[in-house]
């Protein structure tokens, strides 16, 4: 397929091979991962820069770097390409067997509860389509979304949603959690005062559930008392096991360790994360992506209704 401009040629192969390299930043790596040879591979970056006029490559001895003109390529090209793929896997597959690539973003927190298990059920039920998983904070997974990235995501409410599609998924108290010789009570809420002069190990700013209690406390004059910060949902739950400090997270991020009672938890009066099911505004999901929408939710569902995610607050409540 040729896409053509004001006389270019420019065509789907010289994108993806454009792409290569400007995500392996050498030639040599590019060519071995296309399987064709440097020279060709050469051949085709600069008949790609020749035709469209501009360079789009700053070449040492080291490899390439990208050019103004190369980064705007890139972030198109990518967003074209899925677009061309989406719709070539929905012509060609059937209505209950989709394929293709399916993108979706999931919080950290719900890892052992949602993340594993929706994998595991998407590829018993969709075979032909490859489940790609990003892990990560509201506002990268909101980003990701924005720039055709990302099919789908869940992302805190706390995030700026308004450029994108917005479907409430559920809403949850957020606990403190603590060894397990801190014996708190799951079903016996505590107040947000009984945080202060804890030592703390928080997820970083700007994570979402970490802006959510710092301005919580700020609002109550609570004071925070920092020892750790990290990205890493398993890490700060190991921590707070070996008797570091405490920490503030929703129940789905520690049910596993709470149920072999490694740990211990009591909800926060007052103290709330919601979730939303997020997508493009201006593109379409794909047949792939609507599919894995709609079993996200099937799966969510069905996790609630059992009674193993606790602290989920009712809607209207």
Known sequence: ???????????????????????????????????????????????????????????????????????????????????????????????????????????????????????ARFRERYPRVVLHISEGISMTLNEAVQAGKLDLAVLSDTEPLSAVAVEPLLREHLYLIGPSRAAFAIERPIPLGALADRPMILTPKPNSLRMIVEDAMAREAVRLDLVVESNSTSLILDLVESGLGHTVLPYCAAHRALSEKRLSAAPITGLHVSWALVHSRTRGLSHAASVLRELLREQVGEIVASGQWRGIVPTGA
């Open 1 to 119: 397929m040729e896409v053509s401009a004001h006389g270019s040629r420019v065509t789907l192969r010289h994108l993806r091979y454009f792409l290569e390299v400007a995500e392996l930043k050498t030639i040599r790596r590019a060519a071995d991962a296309l399987r064709i040879s440097q020279p060709a591979l050469s051949r085709s970056m600069h008949d790609l820069e020749e035709d469209l006029g501009v360079a789009l490559f700053h070449r040492c001895e080291r490899g390439v770097t990208l050019t103004e003109a190369g980064t705007l390529l890139r972030d198109r090209a990518v967003e074209l390409l899925r677009e061309f793929e989406r719709l070539s896997d929905d012509v060609a597959a059937s209505p209950d067997n989709p394929r293709g690539m399916a993108y979706i973003g999931l919080p950290p927190s719900m890892h052992d509860i949602v993340n594993v298990p929706l994998a």
